[in-house]
């Protein structure tokens, strides 16, 4: 009995942990179809930068943000390889397993056949329980007959159930090879890809390396245009809180907001969301990153971003990643407007906006569409540039936004 508890404990541990290497495997089957989807996004819209030859720089940043896409498949495609590994050892070693117990099993049950034929007549049977002293020992002997016979049948259906069993762990192998096999292939390919790229950004780079003034000027002017909307970010946030906290009766605070129990209720759901907030557009492409970092076209400028930049295809609408409520609508010089929705003591901005669908004091919901993104018809982009500040301390939105 204890043998059967313990082959049963260990085939359901071994279950559990197939089951959950099956989950990670599915998890990253989305994530891989996920960046695939973004590559083939990225890749149309490098064919429409080459195609027009307006702007070698911004081929050049598109095809950085492939780049980084490709890279991040190629992890993806490892992991799997990793999973998928690890999951057929634990399949081997539930092979071999098998193997072992069925050894074991045929060999008792051949003893027990050999027995059974050289006492198989019906006439050894009788003379067995008539041979017997009392009538309570030709029971015990009757008993133990019945159970002997039991115990062969048992015998057989074990090792029926458990040549079965073999055989399907040993079909899961040949599958998982065959897969293995494929994921291989795939890694390979995704990483000459990577290197054709790399190779094709090199010559681009090289090719506009005797325009490095003109460029690192152009740089230089959009930093100044970026760090100018983010002061009037900053300004439009220093004025939420003043006006919010005006209406709650205290004039003295101006850097934090002073909150209602309904805003802190608000400010407690949207921290509980963090790692899970949903992409301030529907589709997009992260092209440029939270932080200092060096420029693609220029890594010995560094530029400094309060936020995330997203490219996105012409209608793109850019929604509300939590509900809230529209604290302010700047337009700027350029003619693209700004929104700021307040989340209790939190604030996300959307700005580089074409059309706006809400007004100051609307309350918004997730995903709820507030605009749509600008588009540069010399470009061929939409692009939405997308911070996120508690008060008036900024957050990296990489760490609030899912997969981003």
């Given amino acids: 009995m204890f043998k059967y508890i313990l082959s049963f404990l260990v085939l359901f541990s071994t279950l559990t942990v197939f089951s959950q290497e099956e989950d990670r495997q599915r998890k990253l089957e989305q994530q891989k179809a996920k960046l695939l989807d973004e590559i083939r996004e990225q890749e149309q819209l490098l064919k429409t ?97 019945k159970q002997y016979s039991n115990y062969r049948r048992m015998q057989g259906e074990e090792i029926k159930t458990k040549t079965e069993e073999l055989e399907q762990y040993n079909n899961k192998l040949s599958v998982q090879r065959k897969e293995k096999e494929k994921l291989i292939a795939e890694s390979e390919k995704e990483k000459q890809e990577l290197e054709k790229e790399k190779q094709e950004q090199q010559r681009l780079l090289n090719s506009i390396k005797k325009d490095k003034t003109k460029i690192i000027a152009e740089i230089k002017k959009k930093q100044r245009e970026s760090r100018a909307i983010e002061k009037q970010i900053e300004r439009l946030i220093r004025d939420a809180i003043a006006a919010a906290n005006k209406k709650a009766g205290n004039t003295t605070n101006t850097t934090t907001f002073v909150l209602t129990p309904e805003a802190k209720e608000l400010a407690n759901d949207f921290r509980s969301n963090k790692g899970r907030l949903p992409w301030p557009v529907e589709k997009g492409l992260l092209t440029k990153k939270f932080g200092r970092q060096p420029h693609p076209l220029e890594p010995s400028i560094m530029i400094e971003s309060s936020g995330v930049e997203i490219s996105s295809e012409k209608g793109a609408k850019a929604r509300a990643v939590f509900n809230g409520e529209v604290s302010e609508v700047q337009m700027a010089a350029n003619g693209t407007a700004t929104i700021v929705v307040r989340h209790g003591d939190f604030i996300t901005t959307y700005s580089n906006l074409g059309k706006v669908y809400v007004g100051k004091g609307d309350k918004v919901s997730t995903k709820q569409s507030i605009g749509e993104l600008h588009f540069n018809t010399f470009t061929e982009k939409a692009i939405l540039k997308f911070l996120i500040y508690q008060n008036t301390t900024k957050l990296n939105p990489q760490t609030w936004i899912i997969n981003m």
């Avoid at 190629?74 to 050892?89: A, C, P």
């Avoid at 070693?93 to 098998?98: A, E, F, Q, S, T």
């Avoid at 074991?104 to 050999?114: C, G």
């Fill in 49 to 145: 930068q080459k195609k027009k030859e307006k702007s070698v720089v911004s081929v050049v940043v598109q095809q950085t943000a492939k780049i980084n896409l490709q890279q991040k498949l190629i992890n993806v495609t490892e992991k799997q390889k990793k999973v998928l590994g690890n999951s057929m050892y634990i399949n081997q070693i539930k092979v071999n397993g098998l193997k072992k117990d069925l050894a074991v099993l045929k060999e008792d049950y051949a003893e027990m056949i050999v027995k059974s034929y050289k006492s198989r007549s019906e006439q050894s049977k009788a003379m067995f329980l008539l041979s017997s002293e009392n009538f309570l020992q030709a029971y015990k002997r009757a008993q133990y007959m």
